[in-house]
C-alpha cells in the first residue's frame, strides 16, 4: 500500500471547516486514506499545531492510529536545501516558508504522494512527486 503524506492545509481546512476548500480537502483526504497510508511528519504536525491549546487535543485531531509519523530524513534536508536555493536564485521571496520545500523534499526522497491544495512550488521544484490535488 502506497503512502499519502499529508500536507498541512488540507488538514487545516478540515479543522477551520474553511468555507472555500474544507468539502475538497475532506473529500480528498477521505479518497487518499480509503487507497494508501496516511502519513504526517514534524513540520505538518507543527504548523497545525498552532490552532490548538494543548497537546491531547492535536492528538486527537491527528491521532497516530490515522496518521503515521513519518521522521524527516536527512536527504529530505539536503533536497529541500539545494530546492530552496534554487526558488532564491530564480527571485523567490525571502519570506517564502522553508517548511515547504522541505514537505516536498520528504515526499520526493521518500517516495510518498502528496496531498496539497497547493501544488504550485512543489510542481516546480519536486517534479516527480505524485500530486493529489484540486483539479
Known amino acids: 500500500m502506497d503512502t499519502t503524506l ?9 479543522a477551520t ?5 474544507a468539502e475538497w480537502s475532506s ?3 477521505e479518497t ?5 497510508r496516511l502519513a504526517i511528519n514534524a513540520l505538518i504536525y507543527a504548523e497545525v ?3 490548538y491549546e494543548r497537546v491531547e487535543e492535536i492528538e486527537r485531531a491527528l491521532p497516530s492510529a490515522t496518521f503515521r509519523r513519518e521522521p524527516l530524513p536527512y536527504e529530505a534536508a539536503f533536497l529541500a536545501g ?11 521571496l525571502r519570506t517564502s516558508p522553508l517548511p515547504d520545500f522541505y514537505i516536498g523534499a520528504h515526499a520526493a526522497v521518500s517516495n510518498f504522494r502528496l ?3 497547493d501544488p504550485r512550488r512543489y510542481r516546480a521544484y519536486f517534479p516527480t512527486v505524485d500530486l493529489i490535488v484540486p483539479k
Open 27 to 29: 473529500q480528498a483526504l
Open 6 to 14: 499529508v500536507d498541512s492545509n488540507v488538514l487545516l481546512d478540515i
Open 32 to 36: 487518499a486514506a480509503n487507497e494508501s
Open 17 to 21: 471547516n474553511d468555507p472555500t476548500w
Open 115 to 117: 496531498l496539497t491544495r
Open 82 to 92: 539545494k530546492a530552496f536555493l534554487q526558488y532564491r536564485r530564480r527571485g523567490g
Open 49 to 51: 499545531s498552532i490552532g
